[in-house]
T-cell receptor, first 112, second 115 residues
Framework: DQQVKQNSPSLSVQEGRISILNCDYT??????FLWYKKYPAEGPTFLIS???IKDKNEDGRFTVFLNKSAKHLSLHIVPSQPGDSAVYFC???????????WGAGTKLIIKP | EAGVVQSPRYKIIEKKQPVAFWCNPI?????LYWYRQNLGQGPELLIR????????DSQLPKDRFSAERLKGVDSTLKIQPAELGDSAVYLC?????????????FGPGTRLTVL
């Protein structure tokens, strides 16, 4: 039972355009969401997070949007750069349960 | 500042053999995590330590997996005996505290192949 789903295994975007990565969740108890970025042969690196009391969080070129009613969040990268090519993981946690539940990841490819 | 260190980076063994992975977290980080990441999936938590205490090992297959974090610093994860299905990347992460908002910093992982 996948509680966090990233339905697109891969996404290809032109350099300079917007990249939108999507994540759906099923557990209504999730109240904190994170995006991690992973390069080959490296561990995941924290990118941005959002609490369920917000619907948007922005950090430079990265913005995460949360739609609680739809149980959906998205990561927007504007403008996309070649260094953004990586696998992006969505993760979520519920209350005092510190365990992160991870999606399967989306491989983002930025084309020059 | 040094990141999370893991060794070895790669390990190939035959089934039924034992294997051990080592992790040294970021200095001062009290919480240490071991994850397993199967191909095409996200990481799954195996065990979480707060200092030297294992506070969440509910997903650790205790019949063959064991872990320790002596002195609350570095940690070792062991599999004995290994099975074909154990082939995966084993990731270690650390954070200063244990809350969900405390950023977890990951090591590069150990890629285990069981033949």
């Amino acid at each position: 039972d996948q509680q966090v789903k990233q339905n697109s295994p891969s996404l290809s975007v032109q350099e300079g355009r917007i990249s939108i990565l999507n994540c759906d969740y099923t557990n209504s108890m999730f109240d904190y969401f994170l995006w991690y970025k992973k390069y080959p042969a490296e561990g995941p690196t924290f990118l941005i997070s959002i609490s369920s009391i917000k619907d948007k969080n922005e950090d430079g070129r990265f913005t995460v949007f949360l739609n609680k009613s739809a149980k959906h969040l998205s990561l927007h990268i504007v403008p996309s750069q070649p260094g953004d090519s990586a696998v992006y993981f969505c993760a979520a946690s519920a209350g005092s349960n510190y365990q992160l539940i991870w999606g399967a990841g989306t491989k983002l490819i930025i084309k020059p | 500042e040094a990141g999370v260190v893991q060794s070895p980076r790669y390990k190939i063994i035959e089934k039924k053999q034992p294997v051990a992975f080592w992790c040294n977290p970021i200095s001062g980080h009290n919480t240490l995590y071991w994850y397993r990441q199967n191909l095409g999936q996200g990481p799954e938590l195996l065990i979480r330590y707060e200092n030297e205490e294992a506070v969440d090992d509910s997903q650790l297959p205790k019949d063959r997996f064991s872990a320790e974090r002596l002195k609350g610093v570095d940690s070792t994860l062991k599999i004995q005996p290994a099975e074909l299905g154990d082939s995966a990347v084993y990731l270690c992460a650390s954070s200063f505290l244990a809350g969900p908002t405390d950023t977890q910093y990951f090591g590069p992982g150990t890629r285990l192949t069981v033949l």
